[in-house]
């Protein structure tokens, strides 16, 4: 079993920044973690890709946060983070990261991020 805890979420002003983290960890073997991502869920939406990184660093990001989010990993810790600029009121949402092992995806339990002046 995998766990992936996620934290950095908050409550920020229209225009400011967050950092989002989402660590991976199990017990007992080692494991490699594939793909990870982060998505998000507003109130009564559905949930949406945000971004996702392969293990060899390729990115892929929505139309709506290219060029304010950055996504990155740290392989050695099985944790992927989520660099959050001039972030907007649409942003509010709950955060979720998720990652690969094999064949079996895992998801974090969601941070949320709240924008609001």
């Known amino acids: 079993q995998v766990q992936l805890v996620a934290s950095g979420g908050g409550l920020v002003q229209p225009g400011g920044s967050l950092r989002l983290s989402c660590a991976a960890s199990t017990s007992g073997i080692i494991f490699s973690i594939g793909a990870m991502g982060w998505y998000r869920q507003a109130p009564g939406k559905q949930r949406e890709l945000v971004a996702t990184?392969?293990?060899?660093?390729?990115?892929v990001y929505a139309d709506s946060v290219k060029g304010r989010f950055t996504i990155s990993r740290d392989n050695a810790k099985n944790t992927v983070y989520l660099q959050m600029n001039t972030l907007k009121p649409e942003d509010t949402a709950v955060y979720y990261c998720?990652?690969?092992?094999?064949?079996?995806?895992?998801w974090g339990q969601g941070t949320q991020v709240t924008v609001s002046s």
């Open positions: 990184i392969t293990n060899g660093g390729s990115t």
């Open positions: 998720n990652g690969a092992v094999g064949r079996t995806t895992y």
